[in-house]
């Protein structure tokens, strides 16, 4: 099956600016995860989608971040405006329906976002 | 009571020794503990899982140890090689409700040849 797809691959920007990123998942996966790894740490979740709701954004700073699947397939994460410590690689991931256990996530490669 | 703390950071081990992480947590209603393994450039991709039921998993070469009294997991790696060099992350959630999985920090892998 093919993977999570994600682009850009990279994206450097200036302070202020905004910035967007695409997500495709796994075909049949009704739930997607966006995800913030800064640079020696593991990732964070931002926001956590099933079909096209919210499940969970407890973590997504809401003043700058905003996430969208509108048709519950693919999915785009928009930063704005960006800051020097948004700097990191944002991180999607898919999984089927069902306990983590037995769907497990599936992650893309993501974005490398750097803000100068 | 969200975290899981891994230690060590960055490990480097001789090919064929056993490396060792260990990761703890405090969220008692933590009930799915898997270890996934990042290359440079890419995502994480699972390698391993444990439910609290069992106190040891074995896949291949990847071992997890679980204490559930202690609230303790680890990851071993027996007969290590260079292709497994790599930053480990453990991590933990529910399997009921909203699934929200927390990871450690990362340890930072490296086998020599």
Known sequence: ?116 | QQQVKQSPQSLIVQKGGIPIINCAYENTAFDYFPWYQQFPGKGPALLIAIRPDVSEKKEGRFTISFNKSAKQFSLHIMDSQPGDSATYFCAASTIQGAQKLVFGQGTRLTINP
């Open chain 1, 1 to 116: 099956e093919a993977g999570v797809a994600q682009s850009p691959r990279y994206k450097i920007i200036e302070k202020r600016q905004s910035v967007a990123f695409w997500c495709n998942p796994i075909s049949g996966h009704a739930t997607l995860y966006w995800y913030q790894q800064i640079l020696g740490q593991g990732p964070k979740l931002l926001i956590q989608f099933q079909n096209n709701g919210v499940v969970d954004d407890s973590q997504l700073p809401k003043d700058r971040f905003s996430a969208e699947r509108l048709k519950g397939v693919d999915s785009t994460l928009k930063i704005q405006p960006a800051k020097l410590e948004d700097s990191a690689v944002y991180l999607c991931a898919s999984s089927p329906l069902g306990s983590h256990y037995n769907s497990p996530l599936h992650f893309g490669n993501g974005t490398r976002l750097t803000v100068t």
